[in-house]
């Protein structure tokens, strides 16, 4: 079992960054493969980046590609998002997941664990 407690987000002006943090309890955390989604309000949602167990091996939407980089810290069983040049269409409810396998997905049916979401605002 994973609990997931997203932060960081907040309003940001367009070209801006934030940083989002999930800090996630369970003993199985070094071992899962944790991802970023995101959602607005009428959307499906959207997978934005995802990292495997070790945290060596990245995926990125093309939409954030050169712009985000996500990361995660298996000592303190944290992942982040760094997030740079900020546009209006980043806007939403970003999600922290994880998943009961060392190998990451870009699919949210793969993933078992959800937090409560962050919301990502970005003024133009």
């Known amino acids: 079992q994973v609990t997931l407690v997203e932060s960081g987000g907040g309003l940001v002006q367009t070209g801006g960054s934030l940083k989002l943090s999930c800090a996630a309890s369970g003993r199985t955390f070094s071992v899962s493969a944790m991802g970023w989604f995101r959602q607005d309000p009428g959307k499906q949602r959207e997978f934005v980046a995802a990292?495997?167990?070790?945290?060596?091996?990245?995926s990125y939407a093309d939409s954030v590609k050169g712009r985000f980089t996500i990361s995660r810290d298996n000592a303190k069983k944290e992942v982040y998002l760094q997030m740079k040049k900020l546009k209006p269409e980043d806007t939403a409810v970003y999600y922290c997941s994880g998943r009961s396998s060392p190998d990451y997905s870009s699919d949210a049916s793969n993933y078992a664990y959800w937090g409560q979401g962050t919301q990502v605002t970005v003024s133009s």
């Open positions: 990292t495997d167990w070790s945290g060596a091996i990245r």
